[in-house]
DNA sequence: CCTACGGCCTCACGTCGCGTGAGGGTCAAG
DNA sequence: CTTGACCCTCACGCGACGTGAGGCCGTAGG
């Protein structure tokens, strides 16, 4: 009976529940009230089992599965793009302790190539200090990064993120770049990069702005927020600019 | 006061709640009962999402942190052997979704090569063919594979991983490949492949088992389930041939 | 000054996918 | 005829919140 339900690794208390929720009612029982699981019950466990290890919610999984129209080819494509979402998520998470690992050793110099995460650091350090290293700004970020911690850079790192994604949802709601929602946004990232890396002035970050939209690596690295955000974020910069330059 | 925690993809709810089970408690409330968090407690928060996010348990958290002897860097590294774990379950779902589509979409002709899953099929196919192409066995198996719906190859793959698991466990039980438990393990491997693939007597049977240590991809293959594996697995299997034609 | 409105508070119950007994019937073996 | 091993049906518990209900706070407007 159930042995056979528990070599699928299962408990009884799951095929209970499948059961109560009518998931998979065995079509048969004893006169003793026993469930009798046919094989054609066991074709229909093996196939919840595989979409509920996919993360599927059981009554999804029952609705798709008793769908007259059920495609299972259409289901998998979706649970495919499903498990690269979650394969993404986890690498980006790996990566991420991966580097606070590496900062908590001390192996690596933090500089201004982690202030814009994603780059391969090792390809970017150099360039970073041949374009600024002359420039005060570069000396003012080297020293303040240098004293951050592990959770510093997880917080920053977060708080990077979450204001990119606020500007891209802004972009998404069809907003402009002259919009005064989208210079705030612009002048937080000001602020942000001020308090976290060095003095950012508005000619500095026009510079920034540009560089946002020139360098395809930078505008890659943006329009992982989606397509057009550097260039958004770059044209919100200079309205910010001007904003905060014309009234001074 | 929410806004800002709000601004962290966390609800008011969550905040709440973690107050509730004292996994962060802010150290001030206004006059009025008001939450107030300090920079403090925004700092614990983000080292309390980080590892939320890591899956770990909100009252393991609580005592990771709690913990006046913290240590950042072992949980981190903790945290990456987890992170590899999911990542590795993850691309096997993803490559056991991908074969279940080929299969489906019939761009792949199944045959002996499914028979060891985890080895890449292109690569393999030719070989399978090259050395067992003549022989009556790989017919019947390319003969009776191509019957199989996705639904039938879910579950040999799960019953196939469920007996090397418990074969597995067998011997990391401490048992000897000759013990009878072992033998009859090896005799349901057997049964297995005669079910699923082709008739498989216990000649057949001992020229896959010398196979299993010999072909180091093979031996890779099986050693997934515990180093030493395959050679456990074959050695039983050579203890059954032996039960198996003494008496005969 | 009253009122509306949004935000905050505290209960307190609902959800999901089961785990974990309690209390009792069934079945083959000794 | 008892002993276990298995099965059944309630029914409550958990973890991490969601989701109101009902009420206090604070401020902007009429």
């Known amino acids: ?63 798709i599965m ?29 990566r991420a302790v991966d580097a606070a690992l590496r900062v908590l050793d001390g192996e690596e110099v933090i500089d201004m190539s982690e202030l814009f995460d994603g780059f391969d650091p ?8 041949a374009r600024w290293g002359h ?4 000396a003012e970020s080297a020293r303040r990064t240098k004293g951050y911690s592990t959770e510093d850079w997880v ?8 204001l990119m994604q606020r500007i891209a ?16 946004l612009a002048e937080e990232h000001r602020q942000q990069i001020d308090r976290f890396y060095y003095p950012c002035r508005h000619e500095i970050h026009r510079g920034l702005a540009r560089m946002y939209v020139e360098d395809s690596r930078f505008t890659a690295n943006l329009d992982r927020y989606g397509e057009g955000v550097a260039a958004f974020l770059a044209a919100a910069i200079e309205a910010n600019v001007e904003r905060g330059t014309r009234p001074g």
């Open 1 to 63: 009976m159930k042995e056979v339900a528990r070599i699928g690794g299962l408990t009884v208390r799951t095929l209970h529940h499948y059961d109560a929720i009518g998931l998979l009612c065995p079509r048969l029982r004893s006169k003793a009230g026993y469930r009798l699981y046919t094989e054609a019950d066991l074709l229909r466990l093996q196939q919840i089992v595989v979409y509920r290890e996919l993360g599927v919610p059981l009554d999804q999984i029952r609705s």
């Open 66 to 94: 008793d769908d007259p129209a059920f495609e299972p080819r259409a289901a998998l494509v979706e649970q495919r793009e499903r498990l690269r979402e979650r394969a993404e998520q986890t690498q980006g998470m790996l």
């Open 122 to 129: 090792s390809q970017y350090e150099d360039e970073a200090r």
């Open 135 to 138: 420039t005060d700004a570069y």
């Open 155 to 162: 917080r920053i790192q977060r708080e990077t993120d979450e």
């Open 169 to 184: 949802a802004l972009r998404a709601a069809g907003a402009s770049p002259s919009d005064p929602a989208a210079m705030d």
